[in-house]
Structure formats: structure tokens, C-alpha cells
């Protein structure tokens, strides 16, 4: 077996081991069980035919973290334009998500719920950091934007989590201050 096969099959175990990780980082993404699945297994199919792009020594999951991230953000600006074209201006599941009725009986749900109300970069930041216990730098690097922004985000994404938690029971988030993010 050459080195380069070798480092393939390497590349290859470490992807797998990254997956559950991977995984969860689709499901917050996508909202949805079925779609983070197959969220992930075009992320592994894209980065298994790129594998000779990655570059050894780099971190292999933020590389993987960014192939998933561009994707879903690919994915739905091509729902968007197809929404547009045919005009149908269907509820999105974030949408349904954020009318329902919060529930008080279960503190996780809540804070579910109240996460989701965040906007997709504020629950992205908020998700790398918090959850997937990724370095600030790390994130960024996924996020494709600086450390000080990123930190804003999350910071911005704490900020609106608790004057969600702590505003009137429909639990509707206050204005972003920061910007569109």
C-alpha cells in the first residue's frame, strides 16, 4: 500500500469518526432528521470525491463543517429561487416552527424552540461554539468570516436567547441591534 492510499484510507476512518458530530451539526441546520441525514451524506460524498483538495494537517472537521454549511446554504438559495419561479410561497418549517405555541412544560423544548427563533448565523455561531465545543477560531474558519465577527454572533445569540427566555410567554424575539445577522 503507497503513503497516499494510505493517508486515504486514514482520511477516510477519520471522516467516519467525525459523522455523529457531523450529524448533529446538519440536524440544527436543517430542523429536520430526514434532511440532516441526507444533508450529511452529500457532505460525505462531496468531501470523498475532494479528498485529494484537503489539505493533511488542517482541521478535517471544520473542512467538513464548511462542505455541510455551503451546501444547506446552497441548497436553500435553490429552493428560494424555485419558491420564486413557481410561486409557491409554501410555510418553510422554520416558519411553522416559530408560530407554534411555545411549550412550558419542558424547560429542553423550550430553549428548542427559543433557538430556533434565533436567525440562521446567530443559531450557526451559537450551535459551533456552544454544542460542537469548537475554539472561536474554529468556527470562524466553518463560518467563513472573521473571529470578531463570529464572537459577535454568539454573544448577539446569548443576548437574544435570554430576553427570549426572560420576555412575555410567546417568547417572540426582540430586535437585533447588531445588524441582520
Known sequence: ???????????????MSILPQLRGFARFL?????????????TVLRALAALEQFQPGTNLRAWLYTIARNLFYETARRRRRERD?????AASPDLARADAPASRGDDL????????RLTPRL???????????????????????????????????????????????????????????
Request: proline share 5%.
Open 1 to 15: 500500500m503507497s503513503a497516499n492510499s494510505q493517508t486515504v484510507t486514514q482520511l477516510r476512518k477519520e471522516i
Open 30 to 42: 436543517t430542523g429536520e432528521v430526514s434532511s440532516a441525514d441526507d444533508l450529511v451524506q452529500e
Open 85 to 89: 419561479v413557481m410561486s409557491d410561497y
Open 109 to 116: 423544548r423550550d430553549l428548542d424552540e427559543v433557538i430556533w
Open 123 to 181: 443559531r450557526e455561531a451559537l450551535l459551533l461554539v456552544g454544542v460542537q465545543e469548537m475554539t472561536y477560531a474554529e468556527a470562524a474558519e466553518v463560518c467563513g468570516v472573521s473571529v470578531g465577527t463570529l464572537k459577535a454572533r454568539v454573544s448577539r445569540a446569548r443576548a437574544q436567547i435570554m430576553a427570549m427566555v426572560a420576555s412575555a410567554p410567546d417568547g417572540t424575539p426582540p430586535p437585533d441591534p447588531g445588524g441582520q445577522d
